[in-house]
Structure formats: structure tokens, C-alpha cells
């Protein structure tokens, strides 16, 4: 009886647990959207970027993102829950996006920081959330200004009282300006060179990328066209934010906005060039990092060609480190490449891909592209996988059996798909517009 009962109850037991077994359900596993992974992967750069180890950003947030959040929220004293809400996830991206475009000031701003990197955002959020001085208008009066070597901008208008003229001109000091024999109540505008010359870059930029918008925009027919559209979108609120920061900046310093100079942009498409977007780029292995620069030129021979280089604007002495030399062919390859690279990118990432991987999407001269070997010289536009799972385009350089990589994120290559494009337009119509003939003319004026 004993023995029966104890099989019995082991029966029931082995019952229950086949029951239970039977009704569990496998947790499926959660899938986001290569967009959202995207946004996620920029989330997780800019934490590592001000120093909250998120890992390595693969645009899974895990554990070590929600504790780079949490850190991210004790710095700007926010409540502590580990997961992002809009405004931070804003405000950061924003922040890092400030921070990489100041260069040099911001790792100065940096090292004068008790708190560092933590320091900078909390000096960005204050400035965001600072309310803005009160003016009390005067009445005008002379102001006899001396410089001694940083040349200002000098304007009269009445806002602010004495008190305040006397604070700010012992401010200026260290700009080496002095204010002097103010008679009557009077504000004084001093705008820094060097600052004006920084807004009149963004304002020209931003002019320049609204054009290219325009013109993709145009084309924009099909997927590719409308992501490229979307990039140069993204980058150009981007921009705006950064040209709001520094009319801020100039309102908090001067008690003036500060006014763009930048003349018309479309003259030539020499004059276009000049006020190249910053499309980034880095050198694999190395802190060094810059722009590209599409220039038109017209040969010797009488061809239209492009320079395509690479500069660095923190060299104290050859800013351009690499020019490679394109055709109207290269540089339509060279947009054509970059859209083919975020279609490569899109299916890595579906693919769910994490190992080293790379493939040429186009090179020229094509009969020196098989063999790597001295006399030989190419360049190749590379689609690369890193083991984490990130994409990347490159721009390689071939010099026999050295070669040189600049590699660069797939929205920036989007962004430089868009730009090649447009500088390929423009060029081909001052070309043409140049070279065309009498006949060629009158059969236009038909």
C-alpha cells in the first residue's frame, strides 16, 4: 500500500509537470526596426562619448545601457529610472553633436571642468534652461572704442545701462579690447571676429545644404532617394540647432544676436565648393578625423574635373591630406557607391551579421584595380562589417601595396552621395555654360 501510493503521487507529479511543461509558451524574442536600431546605436555612441560606458554600440539596449542612462541622469540630476525619455535622448544627441562640431573648445571647456565631460552637459543644460537678461532701454550716446589687435564690430544701440557697459567692457579685457570715455548711458556691441566668421560658416553651410536638398529632392523617386532626402534632413536640423547655439551664445556674451555677412552663394560652382558640408570622415586606428571637400576644376586638357579631398582643419600645416582626382564618371560612381552601401548596410543588418566582412562596390582606374602592386594605383569604394555587427563605407586609397583608408559612417555616406551628386551638376553647368558654342547657342535660343 505504502509503495502504491508513493507511484501514485510520483504519477501525478510526472502528470502535472508534463501539463505544465506542455501549456509554457517560449517567450518570443522582442524585434526592432533597422531604424530603431540606428537610433539606438547613436543613442549608445553619444553616451560613450561623454564617458557612460554603454558598451559597444550594436543598437541593442541592454544592461550596461540602462546603467550609461542611469549615469547619464544622476549627472543632470534627473529622476534615475535607466531608460531614456525624449528630452534627454534630444538634449544628448544634441550635446555630442555640439561638442564633436567645437573641436578644440570643447576639449578646453573640458579640462577647465572640475566634473569633465559630465561638466560640459551640465554647462550645455544650463545654457538651455538659463532664462535670458532683461534690457532697459537708454538713450544713445558716443562711445570711443580702441583696439589693440583682435579687430571687432562696433554698433550703437540703446539697451542696457551704464553699470552693466562698465562690467562688460572690464570683461573684454582678455580680448584685448577696452572701452573707454563713455559720456551718457549706453550699450556697447562688440562682436568677435573670429565668432562672426564661425556663424557666417553655418549660415553659408546651411544655404549650401538647403540647395542640395532641393535638388535630391527633385529626384527623389524611389527608396534610395528618399533616404538620401531624410539624411540630409536629419543634418540640416542639426545645423540649425548648432546656428541657435551660437546666436545664444553671442546674446549671452554681447547682449546682441549676431547677423550673417555670407554673400550669394550661387555664383560659380568654384565659389559652392568653398562652403563644403562637413561630411566626416575617420582614419581607422587613429584619433584623426575631417571633412570632405569636392572641388571642380577644369583640366589642362580642357576636361571638367573634381578634387576630391580630404581635409583636416586641426593641421597646423597641410589641412588637405589626401586629394584624389575624379572624372564626371568617378564622381557619378562616387554617389552611386555610397547608395549601394547603405542597401549592403540594410541587409547586414536584417541579417543579424557580426563578423569581419568586406566588399568593393566600385574602383577605378578599373585596369589597375586587380593587382596591388608597385606602379599601380586605385581607389576603391568599400562596404565594411565589424564583428559587433556595425557597417561602415570606406574610401581607400591604393599606392602599390600601401593603402590608406578613410572610413565613415553609412549616413554620412548617404550625406555624401547627396553632396557628390549635386557638386557633379553644378560643375557640368558652369562647364557647359562655358564651353558652348555659337551654333550650340543659337539652337538653344531657337
Known amino acids: 500500500m505504502i509503495g502504491a501510493a508513493i507511484a501514485g503521487q510520483a504519477a501525478k507529479s510526472n502528470n502535472t509537470s508534463r501539463s505544465q511543461s506542455s501549456t509554457r509558451k517560449t517567450p518570443s524574442?522582442?524585434?526592432?526596426?533597422?531604424?530603431?536600431?540606428?537610433?539606438?546605436?547613436?543613442?549608445?555612441?553619444?553616451?560613450?562619448?561623454?564617458?557612460?560606458n554603454a558598451g559597444t554600440p550594436d543598437g541593442v539596449l541592454g544592461r550596461k545601457t540602462t546603467t550609461a542612462?542611469?549615469?547619464?541622469?544622476?549627472?543632470?540630476?534627473?529622476?534615475?529610472?535607466?531608460?531614456?525619455?525624449?528630452?534627454?535622448?534630444?538634449?544628448?544627441?544634441?550635446?555630442?553633436?555640439?561638442?564633436?562640431?567645437?573641436?578644440?573648445?570643447?576639449?578646453?571647456l573640458i579640462a577647465q571642468l572640475p566634473n569633465g565631460y559630465c561638466g560640459l552637459l551640465q554647462k550645455y543644460l544650463l545654457d538651455l534652461t538659463a532664462p535670458k537678461p532683461t534690457v532697459v532701454a537708454?538713450?544713445?550716446?558716443?562711445?570711443?572704442?580702441?583696439?589693440?589687435?583682435?579687430?571687432?564690430?562696433?554698433?550703437?544701440?540703446?539697451?542696457a545701462p551704464v553699470a552693466q557697459v562698465a562690467q562688460f567692457a572690464q570683461q573684454m579685457t582678455?580680448?584685448?579690447?577696452?572701452?573707454?570715455?563713455?559720456?551718457?548711458?549706453?550699450?556697447?556691441?562688440?562682436?568677435?571676429?573670429?565668432?562672426?566668421?564661425?556663424?557666417?560658416?553655418?549660415?553659408?553651410?546651411?544655404?549650401?545644404?538647403?540647395?542640395?536638398?532641393?535638388h535630391v529632392e527633385a529626384r527623389a523617386q524611389d527608396t534610395q532617394g528618399a533616404r538620401k532626402l531624410k539624411a540630409i534632413r536629419e543634418h540640416i536640423a542639426r545645423l540649425r540647432l548648432l546656428v541657435a547655439s551660437v546666436q545664444d551664445e553671442t546674446e549671452e556674451m554681447y547682449g546682441t544676436?549676431?547677423?550673417?555677412?555670407?554673400?550669394?552663394?550661387?555664383?560659380?560652382?568654384?565659389?559652392?565648393?568653398?562652403v563644403f558640408?562637413?561630411?566626416?570622415?575617420?582614419?581607422?586606428?587613429?584619433?584623426?578625423?575631417?571633412?570632405?571637400?569636392?572641388?571642380?576644376?577644369?583640366?589642362?586638357?580642357?576636361?571638367?574635373?573634381?578634387d576630391f579631398n580630404f581635409i583636416d582643419d586641426t593641421s597646423d600645416f597641410d589641412k588637405i591630406l589626401e586629394t584624389i582626382q575624379l572624372n564626371e564618371q568617378n564622381i557619378t560612381s562616387l554617389a552611386d557607391s555610397m547608395l549601394k552601401i547603405n542597401q549592403w548596410s540594410d541587409k547586414a543588418v536584417e541579417q543579424g551579421l557580426r563578423r569581419r566582412y568586406e566588399k568593393v562596390a566600385d574602383c577605378f582606374p578599373i585596369t589597375k584595380c586587380a593587382e596591388k602592386i608597385e606602379g599601380?594605383?586605385?581607389?576603391?569604394?568599400?562596404?565594411?562589417?565589424?564583428?559587433?555587427?556595425?557597417?561602415?563605407?570606406?574610401?581607400?586609397?591604393?599606392?602599390?601595396?600601401?593603402?590608406?583608408?578613410?572610413?565613415?559612417?553609412?549616413?554620412?555616406?548617404?550625406?555624401?552621395?547627396?553632396?557628390?551628386?549635386?557638386?557633379?551638376?553644378?560643375?557640368?553647368?558652369?562647364?557647359?555654360?562655358?564651353?558652348?558654342?555659337?551654333?550650340?547657342?543659337?539652337?538653344?535660343?531657337?
Not at 534630444?90 to 576639449?107: C, D, I, V
Not at 562682436?191 to 538647403?210: H, T, W
Not at 550673417?260 to 560659380?268: C, M, R, S, V
Request: glycine share 4%; aromatic share 8%.
Open 376 to 446: 599601380n594605383s586605385s581607389t576603391e569604394f568599400m562596404f565594411l562589417i565589424y564583428e559587433d555587427g556595425s557597417t561602415a563605407a570606406a574610401i581607400r586609397r591604393n599606392k602599390g601595396r600601401y593603402n590608406k583608408s578613410f572610413n565613415m559612417s553609412v549616413e554620412s555616406g548617404l550625406l555624401l552621395s547627396a553632396y557628390a551628386d549635386y557638386m557633379s551638376e553644378l560643375g557640368s553647368k558652369d562647364f557647359m555654360a562655358a564651353t558652348m558654342t555659337d551654333a550650340e547657342l543659337d539652337n538653344l535660343f531657337d
Open 29 to 52: 524574442k522582442p524585434t526592432i526596426s533597422s531604424a530603431e536600431r540606428a537610433e539606438n546605436k547613436k543613442l549608445q555612441e553619444d553616451l560613450n562619448y561623454f564617458g557612460f
Open 138 to 159: 537708454q538713450p544713445p550716446a558716443q562711445v570711443i572704442v580702441q583696439q589693440q589687435q583682435v579687430p571687432v564690430v562696433v554698433q550703437q544701440q540703446p539697451i
Open 69 to 108: 542612462v542611469s549615469q547619464l541622469q544622476i549627472c543632470l540630476n534627473r529622476p534615475i529610472t535607466g531608460k531614456i525619455d525624449s528630452f534627454e535622448r534630444q538634449f544628448l544627441s544634441q550635446s555630442a553633436f555640439k561638442a564633436q562640431a567645437n573641436g578644440a573648445e570643447t576639449l578646453r
Open 174 to 214: 582678455v580680448n584685448n579690447t577696452n572701452v573707454t570715455n563713455i559720456k551718457t548711458e549706453n550699450n556697447v556691441y562688440v562682436v568677435d571676429e573670429k565668432l562672426q566668421r564661425r556663424f557666417d560658416r553655418l549660415a553659408n553651410e546651411l544655404k549650401l545644404l538647403s540647395q542640395i536638398e532641393k
Open 257 to 274: 544676436p549676431i547677423r550673417p555677412t555670407n554673400a550669394n552663394l550661387g555664383i560659380t560652382a568654384v565659389k559652392a565648393s568653398e
Open 277 to 306: 558640408p562637413r561630411v566626416p570622415y575617420f582614419i581607422p586606428g587613429t584619433e584623426e578625423k575631417g571633412e570632405h571637400w569636392i572641388k571642380p576644376y577644369v583640366s589642362d586638357s580642357g576636361s571638367l574635373m573634381y
